[in-house]
């Protein structure tokens, strides 16, 4: 039978309120979600950027690059995913 293992080594999730790890164990455990929830911050993406993005593109590249954090620029992951496009067109 063939079968597959991965590992999680880190991992990371956005919501409105819920941003670090700790904060989804409270809620994990308790399933309350905050009162009054900060509004999520998209700071690892340059500004022109997140002007034409969806939400739910811009919480998926910022749990991107927040896993990543200094080991990759914005410029490169980007320049990875084009070239992943480009390769996927021909």
Do not use: Y
């Amino acid at each position: 039978m063939n079968s597959v293992h991965f590992t999680i080594n880190e991992w990371t999730a956005l919501s409105l309120g819920l941003s670090s790890p700790s904060e989804w164990q409270e809620w994990a455990e308790t399933q309350r979600w905050p009162q009054a929830p900060e509004p999520i911050k998209f700071d690892k993406i340059p500004a022109m950027m997140r002007r034409r993005m969806s939400n739910l593109t811009k919480l998926a590249l910022q749990s991107a690059l927040s896993l990543a954090d200094e080991k990759i620029s914005i410029t490169s992951f980007l320049l990875v995913a084009t070239e992943n496009f480009i390769a996927r067109l021909i």
